[in-house]
């Protein structure tokens, strides 16, 4: 499955990644490092307002992938990070 940035510059492929949420409630995508997602400042695939709504992203492309895997006939499958105004969390103000 190919991820894709918030505005599109970036797409990677899902199963040689790791994703991370960062103190700026910034999604990462790591590949080959032994360095924690907080030290690494490039890779940046989307950004957020709130830490709840970093957490809803990385929660959706998990639900995407669990689709993506769990299909029954060889699709071509993808995900692009939302924009944060996309995102809708329960415990925002």
Sequence with gaps: MRVISQDGAIDV?????????????????????????????????????TAEKAKKAMEMLREQYKKYVGASVNIYGCFQFPNNDEIEVQNEA
Excluded: L
């Design 13 to 49: 492929p899902y199963e040689n990644f790791v994703f991370g949420i960062i103190e700026d409630n910034s999604i990462v995508a790591i590949r080959d490092t032994i360095a924690r997602p907080s030290e690494i400042a490039q890779g940046v695939v989307a950004t957020y307002s």
